[in-house]
């Protein structure tokens, strides 16, 4: 089972990723890193609403990208 520590494990490796792609013409490679990051986002706030009434953070499950990236801010 996926835990908060794992997906922040899993954002840290993102980040450094992403600062490491710096001044890179990888653009690609960093929306790609952009996705990843916001739907680890998403997964966390899943988890943390779950725990918060009760439910089972083990149930969340990542959403897909397009769903993700689709949320008005």
């Given amino acids: ?4 520590e794992d997906i922040y494990s899993r954002i ?20 790609h890193l952009e996705e990843q990051l916001d739907q680890c986002w998403d997964l966390l706030r899943q988890r943390q609403a779950r725990r918060e009434f009760g439910d089972d953070p083990g149930q969340a499950r990542p959403r897909p990208v397009q769903e993700v990236e689709g949320y008005l801010q």
């Fill in 12 to 31: 840290k490796a993102l980040v450094d990723e992403e600062h490491a792609l710096a001044g890179d013409d990888s653009a690609e490679r960093r929306k």
């Fill in 1 to 4: 089972m996926v835990t908060d």
